[in-house]
């Protein structure tokens, strides 16, 4: 932990007279302290420290003291024959395979229906350059059924339907004539009140 408080004192964080004095008491801390300023300064290159014989045969000293310990092998892991010899393996090996099968088998199909579609798509545009890209109209100009269940007396036949674009066309002419009329009379009125 001194060693930490110690590496962010160097970098100017955590500064406190306490850590100040304990540094220097300690012969440990202000080894460390070069030890850093060291790194730092060969990290930095801001020096030109060479690593000579001593320090070599210092790591080497300290890597043959180091202890090697070996790992027990406590279980060991399944060879790959035992593995696919498993039943487990056998039963997935049994529900995969349909399944890859018809997962192959919907590829191809997707791949083939999209490659009419694309095929086609390709051939109509080219033919009908004429047709609009958006019709607001029915094709057949006639009104269709919303429910299953809707009556029949109620629906319109094409009878009814020139009968009432008859009437509207009548009611519109009505109103032409007596727009005029009354224009016409509004007209002569006036000349009369003019002279």
Known sequence: ????????????EQVNYELTEKLCQNAELQESWANFHTIRSVMRQETNVFLGADFTAKMESLIAAEEIQAAEVTESQPLPQEVENSPFMQKLKAWFMPMTQVAVAAGVCLVAVLGVQSFNAKSTVQNAADTPVLQTLPFNNGVQEVSYNAPSKDVITTEQLEQKNKRIGAMLQSYELQRRVYADSMNLGQNHSNR
């Open 1 to 12: 932990m001194q060693k930490e408080l110690l590496s962010a004192y160097i970098d100017g």
